[in-house]
């Protein structure tokens, strides 16, 4: 009697025991310890970069891998011989052609350890936008595809909407100086399609983009670069199609590709997300390294993410990151200051902003050379315009191929309103002290005297800029004058004229900077500077202490950006051209902004 009311009580709901179910889930448990191990990721919710700079970014990437640990974790896994195989979910997320190329990299240096790798897709794109998602896929041994998707491998073009006669048959008339001619900020608002300066580098940028989606799919899908580039005209694909051409190995579902991976790799493997892989690792060698980490030498990493404006980092006006002067320049600072710290790497993904705040923080890179500290700078899908010219003064600069840089120039102008005001019966008036208070006025156009002035700012700017990036690149100012003039260039090419050192990412520029501050090769790295919990409660003691480069908490860096935050925004990277930049749809951080949005897809 007693023993069948032990087995009533030990019997679990699917008439297994308890201690059956014990023994699984501590069988489950040791082989998450000991493997062997096929390793998986998502790419559906796309990566993180920078570690989160608020509690609303942290729960924003909350399920986002970042790009630093997945890279970690993939050289660490291609020596672990617990683990066998990796698959990666292609597609979902918006990832830059830059970030595309250094994960591309990662897996390859895996494969080169004999592990197998997998890419598997329900569609690279909808019929369109495939480029990047099936560029990454190329670097894989085997890339299978759902049998109802599509490969929307459609080549590469740069196309801009021009508003100039829609706004003369408004009588609005927009007046704009640059510096110089490939700066096309306001071309869509002056001109009724590109100018030949802005046409000649749209088509080289398009140009050194599909050469290197070329060279991708002739490499790993065993092509010469002649069929790779016919594809790129035949293009979008059906599966079927796609299948014929050799873009793919098989039409699968998600639960075939596993099976098949299943049965190479063993079928005793364990699934595990390359995230929590990589974690188990860090928390390990965290524990470790707690008795020596006082004293222990290592690269400090300092990202430089987002429109460059004045203050301290937050959240932009669009729910992104903003790059605060006072943040940035304080974590470089501190940097310098601490004898631990043999080099920095500078993480730069930013299109720009202020020329006063960009320049902040380029006196702080300048300082942290002079003070022995060698700064080696790791471009990621965008570093152009202010984010060049932080980035200039570096001892190395590396650059992925795909990397949108340079764009060094100047611009201003404003709306000129008073026609549109005539015909629908506005009437305007001003009461002003000074002889330019209403110089930026939208009711009139600049006067000769105001040109003066703007020309003379302008002058001023680009010779500023100019003159640091040839003694930062070791350049002649004429040499910089030809690579300038606003253009833009991808990394690639820069690398080819000496705006960049090395094509890579941020590894690469990790092991420079460890050679360069005379580190051995598994020297650690830190991203600078780490805040204890207390640190963010606490005021900072002075401008040159850790906390100072802690990111603001405030209202509008926590949520949707108000109108008065946004104003506020707008005046604090334009001046006292706020108002036109803000009229003329101008990026908000100032006029080293690099313009658009600048993702390759």
């Known amino acids: 009697m007693a023993d069948a009311k032990l087995a009533a009580v030990t019997a679990g709901p699917s008439g297994g025991t308890l201690a059956s179910q014990l023994t699984g889930q501590v069988t489950r448990l040791r082989q998450r ?50 683990v066998r195989a990796l698959v990666v979910k292609v597609g979902g997320g918006r990832i830059g052609l830059a970030t595309i190329q250094e994960l591309r990299g990662a897996v390859r240096d895996f494969r080169m ?114 069929e790779a580039r016919g594809l790129l005209d035949r293009g979008p694909f059906l599966a079927q199609q796609a299948l014929a051409e050799g873009l793919v190995d098989g039409l699968a579902y998600r639960d075939e590709v596993y099976d098949r991976l299943h049965k190479e790799a063993g079928l005793d493997a364990t699934l595990l997300y390359l995230q929590r892989y990589q974690r188990s690792h860090v928390l390990a060698d965290l524990s470790r390294r707690l008795p020596r980490a006082p004293h222990e030498r290592f690269v400090a990493v300092i990202y430089a993410h987002g429109g460059i ?10 729910g992104g990151g903003s790059m605060g002067s006072d943040t940035v320049a304080a974590a470089l600072r501190a940097a310098g200051g601490d004898e631990r710290a043999r080099a920095v790497v500078l993480r730069v993904n930013s299109p720009g902003g202020s020329y006063t705040a960009s320049d902040v923080i380029w006196r702080e890179v300048v300082r942290v050379r002079a003070g022995g500290t060698p700064v080696v700078v790791s471009m990621g899908d965008v570093a152009a315009s202010g984010g ?84 930062g ?11 300038a003039r606003g253009r833009v260039w991808t990394g690639a090419d820069a690398v080819a004229s000496g705006l960049a050192d090395e094509t890579g990412g941020l590894h690469d520029a990790i092991a420079i900077a ?26 900072a003691e002075s401008s040159e202490v850790r906390p100072a480069a802690l990111p603001r ?49």
């Open 473 to 483: 690149r070791r350049l002649s100012i004429d040499r910089v004058h030809e690579l």
């Open 33 to 82: 310890r000991t493997g062997p191990f096929i390793l998986e990721l998502d790419l559906t919710d796309g990566i993180a970069e920078e570690p989160p700079q608020d509690p609303v970014s942290a729960l924003l990437t909350l399920r986002r891998t970042r790009l630093p640990d997945l890279l970690e974790g993939l050289r660490r896994a291609s020596q672990d011989d617990r």
């Open 309 to 318: 404006r004045h203050g301290r980092s937050g959240r932009g006006p669009a």
């Open 514 to 539: 460890r050679t360069r501050g005379g580190l051995p090769a598994g020297a650690p790295v830190r991203v600078y500077p780490r805040h204890s919990p207390l640190d963010q409660l606490r005021p």
């Open 553 to 601: 908490l405030r209202a509008d860096g926590l949520g949707a950006v108000g109108v008065s935050a946004l104003a506020a925004l707008f005046a604090e990277g334009w001046g006292p051209a706020w108002e036109f930049a803000a009229r003329a749809g101008l990026p908000p951080y100032g006029p080293l902004t690099l313009p658009g949005s600048w993702h390759i897809s």
């Open 388 to 471: 060049y010219f932080i980035s200039a003064p570096a001892d190395v600069i590396v650059a992925q191929p795909g990397t949108i840089t340079g764009s060094i120039g100047v611009i201003l102008g404003k709306p000129v309103l008073r026609e549109m005001f005539g015909r629908a019966g506005v009437n305007t008036d001003t009461v002003a002290a000074g002889e330019n208070a209403t110089m930026f006025s939208s009711s009139r156009p600049f006067s000769e005297a105001e040109w003066e002035r703007i020309n003379t700012w302008l002058d001023a700017i680009y010779a500023d800029f100019t003159q640091k990036v040839a003694d």
């Open 113 to 226: 350890s004999g592990k197998l790798t997998v890419a598997w897709a329900e569609s690279f794109g909808e019929f369109v936008r495939g480029n990047l998602p099936y560029y990454l896929a190329t670097g894989f041994d085997r890339i299978y595809l759902q049998p109802s998707g599509t490969l929307g491998l459609t080549g590469v073009a740069v196309e801009q909407v021009f508003l100039h006669d829609a706004l003369a048959k408004l009588g609005i008339d927009f007046q704009s100086a640059k510096r110089h001619e490939y700066k096309s900020a306001a071309d869509q608002l002056t001109e009724t399609g590109f100018t030949g300066p802005a046409r000649e580098a749209a088509q080289r940028l398009t140009e050194s983009v599909a050469e290197q989606l070329t060279a991708a799919i002739a490499e790993g899908r065993g092509k010469t670069p002649e």
